[in-house]
Each structure stands twice: as structure tokens, then as C-alpha cells.
């Protein structure tokens, strides 16, 4: 069955990166793009990027450029985001899910990662 | 960016009863390819989000039938028939026809 597994909760100094995985299992992890969404406490979904893990193939939206760095590994099946340069607003339940190729929907939702920036 | 507009943002409701979900978009999500990139998922409380409707009005593998979406172009509605306790939570549209995607402001169903 398909299982997008994240890493644990990150507790990050204001300025550090933080770099969160989700481990795929269950289905050929380089045929599908891999979604990243972002939830502030109390807040709705906020789309970040996308990576296809077949050729590196990436899509970030224009806010998170420069913040984010989506990457993946294929030996492991596993995908990465960092985020870089860490502030308050950073502070978020990140999650990643699985692309269906031929309906763009997300079928599989990784549990979320929480980062907390704080001094 | 492509907005989605949801309404209303809280929604109260009894069990049983039915309840919709608006989700304007300011541009029309019909692709050249003839399909309409509009989805709906549910966030219930301490959970990720889960995928209902995918492609407008396409229930997603075990989801009740009691959910329906419909709509075209800009103007979309989610429909559940008759409100259960496990549908609270927050449901959102999403668009994948332009990048980036985005998501919808969120509405939350919850008991009157």
C-alpha cells in the first residue's frame, strides 16, 4: 500500500535551514510527482512546489523560490525539502503528497512535519 | 496566480442535514486537454488532508457517496447530502490547470 512517511518534528534557531524528508513506499517513486504543502498554525493550505523525482524535474511557486529547495533521492525513495534562512513565519506543518499522474490530485498525504523557529 | 474563492468560511449544520461548499475561481480551469483541474479535500481535526473529488465531480477511491461535486469554467460546488458526524473539518478547493496550483481559503463544516 502506498505510505508517504515524513521525518520528525524540527525545532530551528532563527537563520538555520532545516531539511525535512518523506520517504515513499508502495509504488514506483519516480513516476509520480511529489507535492509540498505548507500550514501555519490555524491558517488553510498554501501550495509550495513540486518535484518529479524521474529527472529532478522542479516547480516552486514564486514566494517559495529561494526558501525552499525540493530535492530527491531515488536509490531511497525518498524526497527533501530545505528551507533556508528560517524566520517566524516559517514556523508550519509541512506536508508532502503524492500526484496522480493522469488527474493532478492528490491521492496520498505524507502525517506533516512541524517546524518551530525560535530563539 | 489563479485565486479560488470559497463560501462561506463557516458553515453550521445539523447532522443530516445537506450541506454546499462554493469555489469561484477567478480564471476558468478547463484545460486545452478537456479536462477541469479542480479538486476537494477534507481536513478533519489532527488530521492531513485526505482527497474527496478529483476532476470536479470524480469521488475518490471509499469516499460515501453522500458527497458530490459539480460545477464548470470559474464556478464550483461541493455537495454532502446528508451531514455525519466523522464530515466535520475544514474542506478546501485546490487547482492544478496553472502554476503554480493553489488552494482555496477553506471552509469549515461544524456542528449548529
Known amino acids: 500500500q502506498v505510505q508517504l512517511q515524513q521525518s520528525g518534528a524540527e525545532l530551528a534557531r532563527p537563520g538555520a535551514s532545516v531539511k525535512l524528508s518523506c520517504k515513499a513506499s508502495g509504488y514506483t517513486f519516480t513516476s509520480y510527482w511529489m507535492q509540498w504543502v505548507k500550514q501555519r498554525p490555524g491558517q488553510g493550505l498554501e501550495w509550495i512546489g513540486a518535484?518529479?523525482?524521474?529527472?529532478?524535474?522542479?516547480r516552486y511557486t514564486q514566494k517559495f523560490k529561494g526558501k525552499a529547495t525540493l530535492t530527491a533521492d531515488k536509490s531511497s525513495s525518498t524526497a527533501y525539502m530545505q528551507l533556508s534562512s528560517l524566520a517566524s513565519e516559517d514556523s508550519a506543518v509541512y506536508y508532502c503528497?503524492?500526484?496522480?499522474?493522469?488527474?493532478?490530485?492528490?491521492?496520498?498525504w505524507g502525517q506533516g512535519t512541524s517546524v518551530t523557529v525560535s530563539s | 496566480d489563479v485565486v479560488l474563492t470559497q463560501t462561506p468560511l463557516s458553515l453550521p449544520v445539523n447532522i443530516g442535514d445537506q450541506a454546499s461548499i462554493s469555489c469561484k475561481s477567478t480564471k476558468s480551469l478547463l484545460n486545452s486537454d478537456g479536462f477541469t483541474y479542480l479538486d476537494w479535500y477534507l481536513q478533519k481535526p489532527g488530521q492531513s488532508p485526505q482527497l474527496l473529488i478529483y476532476l470536479v465531480s470524480n469521488r475518490f477511491s471509499g469516499v460515501p457517496d453522500r458527497f458530490s461535486g459539480s460545477g464548470s469554467g470559474t464556478d464550483f460546488t461541493l455537495k454532502i447530502s446528508r451531514v455525519e458526524a466523522e464530515d466535520l473539518g475544514v474542506y478546501y478547493c485546490f487547482q492544478s490547470n496553472y502554476l503554480p496550483y493553489t488552494f482555496g481559503g477553506g471552509t469549515k463544516l461544524e456542528i449548529k
Open positions: 503528497a503524492r500526484r496522480v499522474t493522469m488527474t493532478y490530485a492528490m491521492d496520498y
Open positions: 518535484i518529479y523525482p524521474g529527472d529532478g524535474d522542479t
